[in-house]
């Protein structure tokens, strides 16, 4: 290792996030040592933001490094999983102390109400690339998965959708209107619903986030269930200035589509509304059913005039 990249290490992730006593060693050696409690399952997951892809070049460093670790702890919300530990490897074109410093606070602003520790990663030059690698725990067996939806089952979603995908529309001036900074927030802070996926353990069949559109996500779903789905459109709850759009197929896109809410999708057995209420509620997360889970395969979309909507393909964001 150079010697600045040393101090690097030192100046801006040594102390970075809060302190665990499962943590035997984290930075500083050739790996993190990590005690998983006896009975546990280990979970691990990993996504990387590239500038220009996952967000545009223009976004503030402090977003890039909230957002960098919130994707990640979506994904582990998705499994029921508590997070433990990440690590962070970081490309840079250099190291430069008005990216570093901002980038560091939103990354630790994210990462200190979960509690999860950064325990490792690595530095090296070249165009802005972010990957996080998560990892949490849960007791053996209670991982929620996207193959457990069954025929009659609820299907559920966390949060608001829509407002992510209008707050890229915003920043990036496509929008007619003024910016809604509520919009952006959605976009750029989002709020990994780690809370309600520890809440939903032995209550939800199957989970999944919500990072490219639920039309494709809730897709992936059905596919790993082998079965289909019927949602009424007229349920979905939609952000604020999503529901404020004049036209009905301005919405669709953005809240079926559009990517980037990290909301939670789950289903739970019909009959089972109040225990998953009310498992939530502790959680501070609210959610709504949006429809039911049937045989067969694929989502039919029931419009208010009670006929299904046809949408096309679920393509999601392809990178290939
Ligand atoms: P090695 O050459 O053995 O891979 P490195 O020089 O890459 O070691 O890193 C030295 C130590 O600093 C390791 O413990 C590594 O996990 C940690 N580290 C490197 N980069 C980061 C980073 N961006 N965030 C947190 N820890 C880091
Ligand atoms: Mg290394």
């Not at 691990?44 to 977003?63: E, I, Q, R, Y």
């Not at 498992?279 to 429809?291: D, F, P, R, V």
Request: proline content about 6%; overall charge negative.
């Amino acid at each position: 290792m150079a010697g600045d990249e040393f101090a690097l290490i030192e100046r801006y992730f040594r102390g970075l996030t809060p302190a665990r006593a499962d943590v035997h060693t984290g930075i500083g050696d050739d790996a993190a040592v990590l005690d998983v409690p006896p009975g546990h399952e280990l979970v691990v997951s990993t996504d990387t933001l590239v500038a220009g892809v996952h967000f545009p070049v223009s976004t503030p460093p402090a977003d890039i490094g909230w957002k960098s670790l919130a994707v990640n702890l979506s994904d582990l919300a998705a499994m029921g999983a508590e997070p433990r530990w990440v690590t962070l490897a970081l490309t840079l074109s250099g190291a430069d102390d008005e990216f570093l410093g901002p980038f560091c606070r939103g990354f630790a602003d994210c990462a200190a109400p979960q509690g999860v520790a950064l325990v490792g990663g690595d530095l090296t030059r070249g165009p802005l690339s972010i990957t996080v690698q998560i990892m949490g725990t849960v007791p053996a067996g209670m991982a929620l998965l996207r193959s457990g939806a069954r025929a009659g089952d609820a299907i559920w979603v966390t949060g608001e959708l829509g407002g992510a995908a209008l707050g890229l529309v915003m920043v990036q001036g496509r929008h007619g209107g003024a910016v809604d900074d509520d919009c952006v927030q959605r976009l750029n802070r989002p709020v990994p619903r780690v809370q309600a996926g520890l809440a939903l353990r032995g209550q939800a069949t199957a989970c999944i986030d919500i990072s490219d559109g639920l039309l494709t996500d809730l897709g992936h779903v059905l596919r790993a269930s082998e079965v289909g789905a019927r949602v009424e459109l007229a349920r979905l709850p939609l952000a604020p200035a999503v529901a404020a759009l004049a036209v009905a197929s301005q919405r669709w896109p953005l809240a079926l589509g559009g990517g980037d809410d990290y909301e939670l999708c789950f289903t739970a057995p019909a009959g089972a509304d109040e225990s998953v209420c009310a498992a939530l509620k502790a959680s501070g997360i609210g959610a709504t059913c949006i429809g039911a889970v049937t045989a067969g395969s694929g989502a039919q979309w029931i419009g208010d005039d009670g006929r299904a909507v046809d949408f096309g393909p679920a393509t999601g964001y392809q990178h290939f």
